[in-house]
Structures are given as structure tokens and as C-alpha cells.
T-cell receptor, first 113, second 110 residues
Framework: NAGVTQTPKFQVLKTGQSMTLQCAQD?????MYWYRQDPGMGLRLIYY???????DKGEVPNGYNVSRLNKREFSLRLESAAPSQTSVYFC????????????FGNGTRLTVT | TQLLEQSPQFLSIQEGENLTVYCNSS?????LQWYRQEPGEGPVLLVT?????EVKKLKRLTFQFGDARKDSSLHITAAQPGDTGLYLC??????????FGAGTRLFVKA
């Protein structure tokens, strides 16, 4: 049982390049999320998808787009990467909202030079 | 803006010692969660507390939710090297949004 799988694990981009981070979950969860983690700032919500077919902005959505491809998959796209987007990105899923626990993938470490 | 402040930011102790880490806010929450994150991995849920004053135990870890539901503490008894990690508190804020504290990084020396 893989849980939440993220690819790639590491990525280096030059300013202005684009890339898509992939995430898939096999727990039949309804809701999926993208967070970024920066030193001293904790995890901040970028976008979330409450259910298949819906997406909504979180706390720090600027510079990102998302696609909920189906119930299993939720991708995050950086159209024109900036050094401020250097971070560790985590995908998570939950059965529903509210108090439902978040299940996280192992992250993608992104460096933008 | 709702914030969760964790203290201390960093803690280095010897195996066998006891410790307490704190999660504080000026906001009232319906519940509070604690996660542990190890290097190179995502956070993993340890516990959810939902009632003011609630105490939950997980082996050597004791979690308490403040009476006013604004704060929480995590106490570890007889810490072991396997307890090393980043401890994060988190609070659902309604709908599908959860806020996280910046974490307490714990290092337990053998």
C-alpha cells in the first residue's frame, strides 16, 4: 500500500522554466492538497481539491496552477519558476475535510536558480 | 490571521530525559493535531485532540489540549533516539484548510 506518491523527488530549475509536480494517492480519499514547507515557516497551503472536479486557492497560490486529473491524481504546475519558489513541496490527501487527518507524500525538493 | 506558535524551536537532549513542547495561539480551535516528520519524509499524524482539557497518551508521549482550546502540549517521558524528528502542531480552520506551526526540532542523543 503506497499511500501518497510524489514525483520527482528532486528538481533543479532555472528562473523562468516550467515544470509539473505529480501526486497520486491509492487510499480512495476525496480531498487532496499541495503544501510548501520553508524553514521557520511551517507548512503553507498552496491549493486544494475538496473533491474530484473542484480546486480552490489556499494561503499562497500565486505562481502556481493545479489540476485534479481524477480522484487519484492531483498535479501542481509552475509556469515560470522564480527563486522564491525554492522549497520542499508536499502533496497530501484526506478522506474529507474538517478534522480528517492528512496523509502526506515524501515531498519534492525544488531549487530554482 | 490565525497562527500557531511552537516552542522551543530546537531541543537537544540526552536519552532518558523528559521534555515538553508547546503549541500556542490566540485563536480557539475545534481540534488540534500533532504530526512528526523525519528527514526526507512527509509528516505523519500522531494524534488529534478535540475536547478542551483532553489528555491522550501514545506510549511515552502525552498530549494535552488546553481548557480554552487555544493551546496544546506534548510531553515525552524517557526520550529515546527514535523520538528524534520535527514535531508539528496543526489546526483545521474550517472547510479544507489546516494551519501548521513552524515545528519543534528534537534531537535525542544516545
Amino acid at each position: 500500500n503506497a499511500g501518497v506518491t510524489q514525483t520527482p523527488k528532486f528538481q533543479v530549475l532555472k528562473t523562468g522554466q516550467s515544470m509539473t509536480l505529480q501526486c497520486a494517492q491509492d487510499m480512495n480519499h476525496n480531498s487532496m492538497y499541495w503544501y510548501r514547507q520553508d524553514p521557520g515557516m511551517g507548512l503553507r497551503l498552496i491549493y486544494y481539491s475538496a473533491s474530484e472536479g473542484t480546486t480552490d486557492k489556499g494561503e499562497v497560490p500565486n505562481g502556481y496552477n493545479v489540476s485534479r486529473l481524477n480522484k487519484r491524481e492531483f498535479s501542481l504546475r509552475l509556469e515560470s519558476a522564480a527563486p522564491s519558489q525554492t522549497s520542499v513541496y508536499f502533496c497530501a490527501s484526506s478522506l474529507q475535510g474538517g478534522n480528517s487527518p492528512l496523509h502526506f507524500g515524501n515531498g519534492t525538493r525544488l531549487t530554482v536558480t | 490571521t490565525q497562527l500557531l506558535e511552537q516552542s522551543p524551536q530546537f531541543l537537544s537532549i540526552q536519552e532518558g530525559e523528559n521534555l515538553t513542547v508547546y503549541c500556542n495561539s490566540s485563536s480557539v480551535f475545534s481540534s488540534l493535531q500533532w504530526y512528526r516528520q523525519e528527514p526526507g519524509e512527509g509528516p505523519v499524524l500522531l494524534v488529534t485532540v478535540v475536547t478542551g482539557g483532553e489528555v491522550k497518551k501514545l506510549k511515552r508521549l502525552t498530549f494535552q489540549f488546553g481548557d480554552a482550546r487555544k493551546d496544546s502540549s506534548l510531553h515525552i517521558t524517557a526520550a529515546q533516539p527514535g523520538d528524534t524528528g520535527l514535531y508539528l502542531c496543526a489546526a483545521p480552520t474550517g472547510g479544507f484548510k489546516t494551519i501548521f506551526g513552524a515545528g519543534t526540532r528534537l534531537f535525542v542523543k544516545a
